[in-house]
């Protein structure tokens, strides 16, 4: 079956990290863009980061630029999202995405080849 699992998801208090894991199953990794998307209640989803199939270039939203860091271990076939100083606004379900390109550009609007379920992170006191 191929597919994409998020995990690393939870509660976090303001302040706190987290790091999610985006692994591949029934497909390999390094042929694709990785994005991570986010989508809080009654919003749409928003890119938050991308990183490239070889892991030279990443992207971030402007919310998250300096507190998010995303990287890849492409012989582990995962893709990781390290947060730190999260804020209640960070609240929301998060997606990884698989975009068959080896860049990021336009990754928001790009065809994703393959969704994870998500993972709900929660930052709250």
């Known amino acids: 079956q191929l597919q994409l699992v998020e995990s690393g998801g939870g509660l976090v208090h303001p302040g706190g990290s987290l790091r999610l894991s985006c692994a591949a199953s029934g497909f390999t990794l390094d042929s694709y863009a990785i994005g991570w998307f986010r989508q809080a209640p009654g919003k749409e989803r928003e890119g938050v980061s991308c990183i490239s199939s070889r892991g030279g270039y990443t992207n971030y939203a402007d919310s998250v630029k300096g507190r998010f860091t995303i990287s890849r271990r492409n012989i582990k076939n995962t893709v990781y999202l390290q947060m730190n100083s999260l804020k209640p606004e960070d609240t929301a379900i998060y997606y990884c995405?698989?975009?068959?390109?080896?860049?990021?550009?336009?990754?928001?609007?790009?065809?994703?080849?393959?969704w994870g379920q998500g993972t709900q992170v929660t930052v709250s006191r």
């Open positions: 995405a698989a975009i068959r390109t080896n860049y990021c550009s336009g990754y928001v609007s790009e065809r994703k080849d393959y």
